[in-house]
């Protein structure tokens, strides 16, 4: 792992994530900007403390220089944005698979840069857009696909957080400082933090592209360089039309994300704060609530969920399923064997070129008197 030190949110949750199934072992990491408290992180950790390292260059030069079967097999990356692409990079030059918290990079020419990189190593790439990885959104995605809803004509995502509302950046908020920094953060705020995830998830979920938007990106605080509230109208591919909320300066929402997908036959709600509930509504019949760990989900959806009904699974255990995905990809390289195909679904750097597409995008929509801007299509 390469950041998730003191202090950190992230860093914690993808390390109980990375536990739950038991199929993976942290071996080592640089957690931190300074060998003491990387160190001291180790420690904490248990970690045996001659892999426990001073900054991410000599993690990846020591444990590629380890035989191979006691040398880490991914590395994990935590950071703030601005180190996503040379950890990345340095990361798939040693040989070895990357896990990545999004967005990928800080701009769309990096994250071209990476693609371009990681088919030149033939090695594994991994987004954590945890999100697409509970089941009652998989189960969402399967009803879509098998044409429940029909033909998909309004989508509606929206994510809302209340954390910044004041300049908690400037109060020794160390996380709220680095992501709205644009040296850090890149282009995008609260767009790039938190944006990125509801277009992620519309996208999987319907399975149709934005192919353009119309956006406006504001800073609601006093002195910030980068927005904390965005709303954004999209166009999709299949004529569709939707809308896209994405705020931090929401007073009392904790973390709203929310989707709505609308077809001409029928259509389904889901909210991440009730993440077990899926709402399936019908014009000439009664509203379905569709609930997690029932025998009436797809198989994709069974395989995500993993407790019977009644038993609340949310934020970790979605993290994980991705975890446990990536793992199955890990194990599986490089003879290509089966580990659950379109099932053990697990976003890389294609979701990663679409998320830096559509954050610089609504950036520049967003400062232009234009009022439509294509996204690029990148594939």
């Known amino acids: ?36 408290r990387s160190r001291r992180m180790g420690s904490t950790l248990g970690l045996d403390p001659s892999r426990c390292y001073s900054d991410y260059q000599t993690m990846l030069r020591e444990e590629a220089s380890l035989p191979p079967d006691e040398r880490m097999d991914f590395v994990v990356i935590v950071t703030p944005n601005h180190l996503h692409f040379p950890i990345a990079s340095g990361a798939l030059e040693h040989g070895f698979h990357v896990l990545s918290d999004k967005p990928a990079t800080i701009s769309l020419e990096e994250c071209r840069e990476l693609r371009s990189r990681l088919a030149a190593s033939g090695l594994i790439y991994g987004l954590t857009h ?20 029909g033909t998909i004509r309004k989508v509606i995502v929206e994510y809302t957080q209340g954390w910044l509302t004041n300049s908690v950046e400037r109060s020794g908020n160390a ?21 990125v995830h509801a277009f992620n ?15 406006d990106l504001n800073r609601t605080v006093d002195g910030r360089t980068l927005d904390d509230d965005g709303s954004v109208l999209l166009h999709f591919n299949n004529g569709a039309h939707g809308v896209l909320l994405a705020s931090q300066i929401c007073v009392g929402e904790e973390n709203n994300l929310s989707l709505r997908v609308y077809g001409d036959a029928a259509s389904i709600e889901w ?17 379905e609530l569709i609930r997690d760990g029932g025998a009436q ?39 290509g064997r089966d580990h659950g195909g379109a099932v053990a679904h697990v976003p890389g750097i294609a979701e990663a ?27």
């Not at 400082?177 to 933090?193: E, H, Q, S």
């Not at 998830?201 to 956006?215: D, N, S």
């Not at 070129?353 to 594939?379: C, N, Q, Y």
Request: proline share 5%.
């Open 271 to 287: 909210r991440q704060q009730e993440p077990s509930s899926l709402w399936l509504k019908y014009s000439n019949r009664p509203t």
């Open 297 to 335: 989900l797809s198989t994709a959806a069974r395989y995500y969920s993993r407790l019977p009904a009644g038993h609340p699974e949310g934020y970790i255990e979605a993290f994980a399923n991705l975890y446990r995905n990536f793992a199955a990809q890990v194990r599986a390289f490089p003879n």
């Open 130 to 149: 945890p999100y697409t990885a509970y089941s009652m959104v998989v189960e969402a995605k399967q009803r879509i696909s098998a044409g429940q809803l």
């Open 353 to 379: 070129l679409r998320g830096m597409a559509f954050i610089e995008t609504a950036v520049l929509a967003s400062a232009s008197e234009r009022k439509w801007h294509r996204v690029p299509d990148l594939d």
């Open 1 to 36: 792992m390469v950041g998730g030190g003191e202090g950190a949110f992230i860093g914690a949750v993808h390390r109980s994530a990375a536990r739950l199934d038991n199929q993976l072992e942290l071996v080592c990491g640089a957690f931190s900007s300074t060998a003491e």
């Open 175 to 195: 996380q709220a400082a680095w992501r709205l920094d644009p040296r850090k953060a890149g282009p995008g705020g609260c767009i790039g933090d938190i944006g």
């Open 201 to 215: 998830l519309a996208e999987f979920v319907t399975g149709i592209r934005v192919q353009e938007l119309c956006a």
